[in-house]
């Protein structure tokens, strides 16, 4: 059987999982507890393939390799940064390469992962958009990211892996055929805590309402990055599908629905979107929603000249905010010197196969 005639089976939920590898192995005429095994395999092993799953019997191994695969990517490469950021690029079973960051901190080891291969939504800050847009992730390729980075992080020293954010490249809300049954898994298969999982948008708004709907405790952050329209518009072309106020009403649905964290993200760019006279702006979008705020320095991106906020704006921005009442934290520069923001290493890969192809 061909890869393109079998089942993934990291793209599966835990449920069908269970369904798949039962039929499979009462085909076989094999003992219901081989389910079991397999499932062990996948979750609580990390096996990379078959051959690895040692306690089955050769042929059933054998047999199991033509009825399924499992798509995980292939490091392509790994840059370790002077702070210990550590940034993948994968290569998926079509040459397709995404990014993945592991970002350690004192308390916690927070992996970063993607949801496309490249990304749609032409946001004026971000690498990513570089490269153009390729194709949706399945839920595999996005599970995938998590079983290798798990496995790289135990084998390097940097220990269990304790939050997952989809904010690697992509827009994962553009992609909920593969981002909602990935969610499933990661929380239901290898037992990552709903509230340690965080879905970033833009703000694709069928998409939060969909997430909202879920029963499961995921955290949602917003691209916020402006507070009016019209500005957030010359950063974010999605904003004239999905304005705003329509956001922000999807968003007061969301945190209806109970016990889900929402954040803002909101980027510095000096010149652009960093005045003062913004910040009662956002302090009323985040009280609204009840959002934390994270500033980030905008992270330099060679085709685009913008600089980030000097550090004392950023700190008045921030201090701005509290005196509101708005929670807000500048947040920590991390992996620059491996060009750690979302797209640079994906976009000197692509740089290097044009070279060599011209």
């Not at 069908?16 to 389910?35: C, E, I, K, N, T």
């Not at 958009?129 to 595999?140: E, K």
């Not at 004392?312 to 947040?331: C, D, Y």
Request: net charge negative.
């Amino acid at each position: 059987m061909s890869d393109a005639e079998s089942t993934d089976l990291l793209s599966l939920t835990p449920d069908a999982l269970d369904v798949a590898l039962s039929d499979h192995f009462r085909a076989r005429g094999q003992p219901a507890y081989r389910a079991g095994q397999v499932r062990h395999w996948v979750y609580e092993g990390l096996a990379a393939d078959f051959e690895g799953m040692t306690n089955l019997p050769a042929d059933e191994r054998e047999a199991l390799a033509q009825a399924f695969r499992l798509d995980e990517p292939q490091e392509d490469r790994v840059s370790v940064s002077s702070d210990t950021t550590a940034k993948h690029l994968w290569r998926l079973s079509d040459g397709q390469v995404v990014e993945s960051v592991l970002i350690p901190t004192a308390r916690r080891l927070t992996l970063c992962i993607s949801s496309q291969a490249g990304c749609a939504m032409g946001c004026t800050f971000c690498a990513t958009g570089w490269g153009g847009f390729d194709r949706q992730l399945t839920p595999g390729e996005i599970v995938g990211q998590y079983r290798a980075s798990r496995r790289w992080a135990e084998d390097n020293g940097y220990g269990s892996i304790t939050n997952i954010v989809y904010m690697g490249m992509g827009e994962p809300l553009a992609n909920r055929k593969g981002v909602m049954p990935s969610l499933t898994i990661l929380n239901g298969g290898y037992g990552v805590g709903a509230r340690r999982i965080t879905v970033s948008t833009v703000g694709v708004v069928p998409g939060i309402e969909e997430l909202a709907a879920r029963p499961e405790q995921f955290g949602l952050a917003l691209s916020l990055h402006a507070p009016e329209t019209e500005l957030r518009g010359t950063l974010i072309p999605l904003e004239k599908r999905h304005p705003l106020p329509d956001v922000m009403a999807a968003l007061d649905g969301f945190n209806e629905a109970g016990g889900r964290r929402i954040t803002f993200e909101y980027t510095m760019i000096d010149g652009v979107n960093d005045a003062l006279e913004l910040v009662p702006g956002v302090a009323v979008l985040a009280k609204r929603v009840g959002a934390f705020v994270n500033l980030i320095p905008f992270n330099p991106i060679p085709y685009q000249p913008w600089g980030p906020s000097p550090a004392e704006r950023i700190e008045a921005f921030r201090g701005m905010l509290e005196s509101r009442g708005v929670s807000a934290a500048i947040r920590e520069t991390r992996g620059r010197d491996i060009d750690a923001a979302c797209g640079q290493l994906r976009a000197h890969a692509l740089t290097e196969l044009k070279v060599g192809r011209g």
